[in-house]
């Protein structure tokens, strides 16, 4: 004969575990397979011929013709057509598909539907690589894409790659039951959109936002083009830095010599003690020109700035960057040494010296580098190796150098770097890693809390984190510094296979996206967006204060000339920003035929900006005044865009040049056009290994349409990981969710011959926790779709085959109930698999479409919390019993059970009415009541044991257990006594939902 009053919760847990798993099992074995693929096949058929998806901004309609439902307006970013879809545009393009569907069951007029992204150099690259046979592009198209050889060698054109990838795209979409407007779909090399992009182009220059001039962009000096992320192969996420050329002085070769110095600290020129240089490195010595471009002229006229020594890496890359390189001689920078260079600093006006460093890399600046040893400890190290610190003033006659602190920071002494390299114990240049910690931390320091000192003249007191800009730009003023441009990141590469450079190309044209008063209309557009998840909203705020002027047009590429110069072509992140807007007017351009000629900018300027007259633009045109007012009216309508959906790593590009198009072209005067929402989603993996087009894997959509069924692929990709974690793909957990899901529809038809509705059965007690449960997953469903936390609702499906599983335990067997719970859940489904609940909702005897049904109504009469409670009372009931007899090893004929005494659910109730006190606050309140107050300690303790384990309502124990026990005593097989004889005094360890037992 055992006690326990109390188990670990986690052993109940595993026990439950345990007991589903078997469950499972049994299941798995009498599962039939149902052909998910076929079931796409037949309802993708059907929705086709019905047209069910099509939508125009009157198809709901009141009596006098006018809109009578509320609109919504989903889309994501068009997939780029160099391959075909994969899993990562699966996951992408699922979720605004899902909530594409679920907004229609919430009575919405919706508008989802996709275009295709063509337009830049990738795919002539692609085309040029196909045409030679390159092998390794051969292989990944045949093994990774999965295009058959005979078809692969045909696409050695690009208008063949956008044919067939286009077809490709169309078909996976559709395979995976999509339900998009089909008559809206475009290529963005398609003449009649390019008309559009040319009055986008138009209407930006007029408002002032396009520029040209001589700006650095991120260029392939083989396909002679600036390039963007899209057409990179290595290094997407580079961006281009700028840094700050300090030009010290010397004499060389009998010559007055600039040697400059890259940083992105220009402050830390106060406390340079000497420069470093590579013995081992080639170095040049050159005339150096500075090229000008004359205004409104291609004439370039030259500069001369003077005699450079600068790596020879160095001169290639400023070459390229508005400087004429004429090399005069080279050398080693063992030559430098040898001659003891002395360098004039020109702040300070200080002589330094020239020493040698192997650990100078000449990729990056110009091969020569400050060191500023007090608060480098790279350079405090490389020095103390050298013995070149000075610690006597004599030493600096020798050639050692002292110290020179500039930056004073709370914690820190005269000396930061010092201080941290004696601290951590680094002994020499070898212990790179705790070098790396000490530089993050004094630079992490440095900017967040230091402030410069005396050494730094006019400047002191400024703090560290103010001071790069102006100080940058005083020296340039001063004459003593230039600007350089560098990437973030070493390996950029394009994707033809050539490394990449920062170039400044002259007459190039550009976005201003460095506008001030541009930056205030976008941050004030976010402002007042949704963004999912909310923490983006600052990384779009940060975006935008981080925005430069951005090259908007190449020499080459597919897709739009520009209207104003038509030797240039709109490059692809600049022709995707509003075309959400052309989404509203496609089908009346595809459906009618409307040809180029008849979309000239002033319909644009009418449909999208209400300017002129109908009549003036019908005549011009040619098209309708009907036509074109019903153009102006669906733009109006499903304008502004609700939601733009994309992965994160277009946060930086296309999203946020999204907003700031958005309120250019629209204005100020028009902010209800402006974007309300963005929805960012992470990445995609595939059993831990990141997709890649060109290595693998890929994972084609129509693989997983073909082997696993859409609805698997969908349920999977869509619930799988919450919005900002990256995806894993795991091929075993979509074999799991694909026999779950054959599981539902093997319930589904076991009740297709039900009639009886719930209302006309009598209901136990179980069926009445069934149906809670089922509505109270309505009102969970119902927010994780508007919140777009859609993995609750895989979560909760879950849940549903565990609680299915319960209530058949309990003898639950109310077949008007269980048909009940199969076609709610069934509508709970429908957004994520919509051809199995379609074909459900036919099996179960129903008319029209699921997809066009709403969302299930919450029945308030079936909610009860504590029928839940109750439930759970129950399973831990059973979980404590199982606990004492896993220990004793016997089988009792009787167990006795007690719940608590009543003061201890007054106790409980009391404190829940007072939650939002902590035990300090609550003991004083609760020996107010003299019920309490004569239990003395007791109360105390118990006080401390609830909030431990949790507040909550109580329940009637009693009446549940006496209501449970005849499936109580069937579950072990004993007489199941409650509130019988108190045996032992063992009632009195019972408290609320923890009961005391006793067997015999």
Not at 94 to 108: F, G, Q, S, V
Not at 175 to 183: A, E
Request: proline share 3%; with cysteine.
């Amino acid at each position: 004969m055992l006690f326990l009053s109390n188990v670990l919760y986690g052993e109940i847990l595993n026990t439950e575990i345990k007991s589903n798993e078997k469950n499972e099992k049994n299941e798995k074995e009498n599962v039939k397979k149902l052909n998910f693929t076929e079931l796409a096949d037949k309802w993708q058929k059907i929705w086709d011929e019905n047209k069910i998806f099509e939508t125009e901004y009157n198809k709901y309609a009141d009596a006098d013709g006018n809109p009578s439902k509320e609109k919504f307006f989903i889309t994501a970013a068009f997939p780029y057509l160099n391959g075909v879809l994969h899993a990562g545009h699966l996951r992408t393009f699922t979720i605004p598909e899902t909530l594409a569907r679920y907004n229609r069951m919430k009575d919405k007029n919706v508008l989802w539907t996709f275009g295709y992204h063509v337009t830049g150099t990738p795919i002539l690259g692609l085309a040029e690589l196909i045409k030679n046979r390159n092998e390794h592009t051969i292989w990944a198209y045949n093994n990774l894409h999965k295009i058959l050889m005979d078809e692969l060698l045909t696409l050695n054109t690009p208008q063949n790659i956008v044919n067939c990838f286009s077809e490709k795209a169309t078909e996976a979409f559709k395979k995976m039951g999509f339900s998009l407007d089909w008559r809206r779909n475009f290529k963005t090399d398609d003449e009649v959109f390019s008309k559009f992009i040319e009055w986008q182009f138009c209407t930006l220059k007029e408002k002032g936002y396009i520029s040209k001039g001589s700006h650095p962009v991120r260029y392939c000096p083989n396909c002679d083009n600036p390039v963007e992320d899209h057409d990179l192969l290595h290094g997407e996420e580079a961006t281009t830095v700028e840094y700050t050329l300090i030009k010290f002085t010397t004499k060389y070769d009998d010559k007055e010599c600039i040697v400059p110095m890259a940083t992105l600290r220009p402050e830390t020129v106060f406390g340079v003690t000497n420069a470093w240089v590579n013995p081992n490195e080639t170095y040049i010595l050159a005339e150096v020109y500075d090229e000008v471009q004359k205004m409104d002229s291609e004439e370039i006229n030259t500069k001369f700035n003077g005699y450079w020594i600068m790596g020879k890496e160095c001169a290639y890359k400023l070459s390229e960057q508005d400087k004429k390189i004429d090399i005069i001689k080279e050398m080693q920078g063992s030559e430098l040494i040898e001659n003891n260079v002395m360098l004039k600093n020109p702040v300070s006006q200080k002589m330094v010296p020239l020493f040698p460093a192997n650990f100078v890399e000449m990729d990056i600046g110009t091969g020569c580098v400050m060191s500023v040893p007090a608060h480098a400890p790279y350079d405090y190290i490389a020095l103390k190796d050298l013995g070149a610190i000075a610690e006597t003033p004599s030493d600096e006659a020798n050639g050692k150098v002292s110290l020179i602190g500039l930056i004073n920071i709370d914690g820190y002494g005269k000396f930061p770097a010092k201080e941290i390299v004696e601290k951590l114990g680094i002994k020499n240049q070898d212990d790179d890693e705790l070098l790396e910690q000490a530089t993050s931390k004094i630079y992490k320091d440095e900017f967040h809390k230091g402030k410069l000192n005396e050494n730094c003249g006019i400047y002191e007191g400024i703090p560290v984190k103010d001071i790069k800009e102006k100080l940058t730009k005083d020296h340039i003023a001063n004459g003593f510094a230039e600007v350089m441009y560098e990437f973030s990141e070493q390996n950029v590469v394009c994707r033809c296979g050539q490394k990449c450079i920062i170039k400044t190309v002259k007459g190039q044209w550009f976005i201003t996206y460095s506008d001030d008063e541009w930056k205030r209309l976008a941050h004030e557009c976010i402002d007042g967006m949704n963004f999912k998840p909310e923490s983006f909203r600052q990384e779009f705020h940060n975006k935008v204060d981080w925005m430069k002027d951005k090259a908007c047009a190449r020499r080459k590429g597919l897709g739009t000339r520009l209207p104003f110069d038509n030797e240039w072509m709109i490059e692809s992140l600049s022709d995707s920003t509003i075309y959400m807007a052309y989404y509203t007017i496609a089908r009346f351009i595809n459906v009618q035929n409307i040809s180029i000629d008849q979309l000239k900018p002033e319909l644009f300027d009418y449909v999208f900006l209400g300017k002129g007259e109908l009549e003036d633009v019908s005549g011009l045109t040619n098209i309708s005044k009907e036509t074109i007012l019903d153009m102006r009216r669906e733009f109006l309508y499903f304008y502004p865009l609700d939601w733009r959906c994309s992965a994160k790593d277009l946060v930086p590009n296309h999203l946020t040049f999204m907003i700031f198009n958005h309120v250019a072209i629209f204005g100020e005067q028009n902010k209800g056009l402006w974007p309300r929402g963005i929805e960012v989603n992470g990445y995609v993996t595939i059993e831990g290994k990141k997709l890649s087009k060109s290595k693998g894997p890929v994972l084609p959509v129509m693989e997983v349409a073909e082997k696993y069924g859409a609805d698997v692929g969908r349920f999977y990709i869509t619930t799988c990981a919450e919005l900002p974690q990256d995806a894993d793909i795991k091929f075993k957990e979509m074999e799991k969710a694909r026999d779950n899901l054959t599981k539902f529809y093997e319930m589904a038809l076991d009740l297709k011959d039900v009639s009886l509705k719930v209302e006309e059965t009598k209901l136990s007690r179980i069926d009445k926790w069934l149906l809670h449960k089922l509505y109270n997953a309505v009102i969970i469903a119902d927010e994780a779709y508007t919140e777009f936390q859609l993995r609750k609702i895989s979560i909760l499906f879950y849940e549903l085959m565990n609680d299915l599983r319960w209530y058949k335990r309990r003898g639950g067997e109310n077949k008007s109930v269980l048909r009940e719970v199969i076609a709610v859940w069934n509508k709970l489904l429908m957004p994520i698999t919509p051809h199995l609940c379609e074909e459900i909702w036919q099996e179960l005897g129903y008319e029209g479409f699921v997809s066009l049904e709403k969302f299930p109504i919450i029945k308030q009469e079936f909610l009860n919390n504590d029928l839940e409670r109750g439930e759970e009372f129950i399973k831990s009931t059973m979980e404590d019993t199982r606990s004492i007899l896993s220990v004793a090893k016997i089988q009792p004929s009787k167990i006795y059970v007690y719940t608590a005494d009543d003061w201890k659910y007054n106790l409980m109730e009391f404190m829940h009415d007072n939650q939002d006190k902590n035990v300090k606050q609550i003991i004083p309140l609760v020996m107010q009541n003299v019920e309490f107050k004569q239990q003395g300690k007791a109360v105390v303790k118990l006080i401390n044991e609830f909030m431990k384990i949790g507040v909550k309502n109580t329940i009637n124990e009693d009446e549940i257990l006496e209501n449970a026990k005849e499936f109580l005593s069937s579950e072990f097989d004993a007489e199941i006594i409650v509130n019988g004889e108190d045996i032992m005094n063992k009632k009195k360890f019972a408290i609320p939902y923890k009961i005391a037992i006793y067997m015999e």
